[in-house]
Structure formats: structure tokens, C-alpha cells
């Protein structure tokens, strides 16, 4: 069975970086079969898709979030990172991670975890 | 960017109703769509994706249909479990982007 778990400080200052850890098991992050990928989603709002990895360490990111955004991949540890630049409290939100099947949709979640900027 | 826009924003139905949930893609998206199921306090669970593949699990109840710009979940039939949130969610070019949600509250 596959399992996601986030990872990461619950509390970020203002124009700090953020950074999560989402670990895999039941799986490789090395599969060519999947990209993993983080979204996003503020307390009442909308889901936002933050960005994906392959296992190549390919990325693509949300146009919006691209210059503030990097996701890289640890292979020794079965894991993959989110690094998020210069928050603001439009940055607090509950934060997953996601496998993402064939057919680019996401197929097994994370629990998540909030993350709040607050100084 | 493509923009994802669900309607109703909100929906009151009973236990036993249809009930049918559209999403509405700002491009043309082929059928690059999934449906998600989320409660409060859970993760999102994906209930459909190739706009109508219904994922292993989950109930025949279940459905999902359009291509194009234009799709749509339905519930057959409510049962008391199903009164959640509900997201659609595209991918296109390297990006995706999710619907508002769409919530399903008891009469």
C-alpha cells in the first residue's frame, strides 16, 4: 500500500523560505511511472496546484508560483521536497503532497499539514 | 492558464436524489479531467479521471462525462457518506489547475 507523509516546521515568518518533505512508502520515487507533485490549499478556498518532479528530476510549476517555487527529488531517502522563497501569509494553507498517475490525476494523497506565516 | 469553473458553487440534496455536478474548462482539455471527493479535515479522494474512469473502489454510483470543455459528476443515487466537497481538476501542457469545489449539503 502506498502512503505519503508531509513533513515540515508548521510555522514560517514572512519573507522566509518554507520548506516540506514528503515521504514515500510502498513505492520508489525513482519510478518512471509516476510524477509526484504538491498542492496546495488555503483554509475555505480552492485546491492550487503548486508543482511536480519526475523521476529524472524533470519539473514543472504553476505559472503563478514559478519564481518563488523549487521541488526536488532524494532518491537515497525515497522522498521529494518543496521549497517555497519570499512567504507572505497568502502562503498559509494546508500543504499536500500527491503521486500522480498515467493519466495526470493524483492517485494517492498525503495526510497533509498546515503551514502558517505568521512573524 | 486554464480556468476551471464548477457549478453550483453549493448544493442541497437528500439522501436518494440525482444529483449532477458540472465543470467547465476555459480551453479545450480532451478528456484530461478527474473528480475529487474531500471532507473536511481529510485529504481529496479521486473518485473519476479520463473525464469518466471510475477509480478502483469507488462506487458504481459514481459517474463521470464530457470531453472537450464540458464535464460533468453525477450520483446516481445520495447516500449519507457522499456529502462532501467535490473538485474537478485538468491537466494540460505541463500544468494543472483545479476547479472551487463545489459543496454537497443536506437538505
Known amino acids: 500500500q502506498v502512503q505519503l507523509q508531509e513533513s515540515g516546521p508548521g510555522l514560517v515568518k514572512p519573507s522566509q523560505t518554507l520548506s516540506l518533505t514528503c515521504t514515500v512508502s510502498g513505492d520508489s520515487v525513482s519510478s518512471s511511472t509516476y510524477y509526484w507533485s504538491w498542492v496546495r490549499q488555503p483554509a475555505g478556498k480552492a485546491l492550487e496546484w503548486i508543482g511536480r518532479i519526475y523521476s529524472r528530476g524533470t519539473t514543472n510549476y504553476n505559472p503563478s508560483l514559478k519564481s518563488r517555487v523549487s521541488i526536488s527529488l532524494d532518491t537515497s531517502e525515497n522522498r521529494f521536497s518543496l521549497r517555497v522563497n519570499s512567504v507572505t501569509a497568502a502562503d498559509t494553507a494546508v500543504y499536500y503532497c500527491a503521486r500522480v498517475n498515467y493519466y495526470f490525476h493524483m492517485d494517492v494523497w498525503g495526510n497533509g499539514t498546515t503551514v502558517i506565516v505568521s512573524s | 492558464d486554464i480556468q476551471m469553473t464548477q457549478s453550483p458553487s453549493t448544493l442541497s440534496a437528500s439522501v436518494g436524489d440525482r444529483v449532477t455536478i458540472t465543470c467547465r474548462a476555459s480551453?479545450?482539455?480532451?478528456?484530461?479531467l478527474a473528480w475529487y471527493q474531500q471532507k473536511p479535515g481529510k485529504a481529496p479522494k479521486l473518485l473519476i479521471y479520463k473525464a469518466s474512469t471510475l477509480e478502483s473502489g469507488v462506487p458504481s454510483r459514481f459517474s463521470g462525462s464530457g470531453s472537450g470543455t464540458d464535464f460533468t459528476l453525477t450520483i446516481s443515487s445520495l447516500q449519507p457518506d457522499d456529502f462532501a466537497t467535490y473538485h474537478c481538476?485538468?491537466?494540460?501542457?505541463?500544468?494543472?489547475?483545479f476547479g472551487q469545489g463545489t459543496k454537497l449539503e443536506i437538505k
Open positions: 480551453q479545450y482539455i480532451s478528456t484530461w
Open positions: 481538476q485538468q491537466y494540460n501542457s505541463y500544468s494543472y489547475s
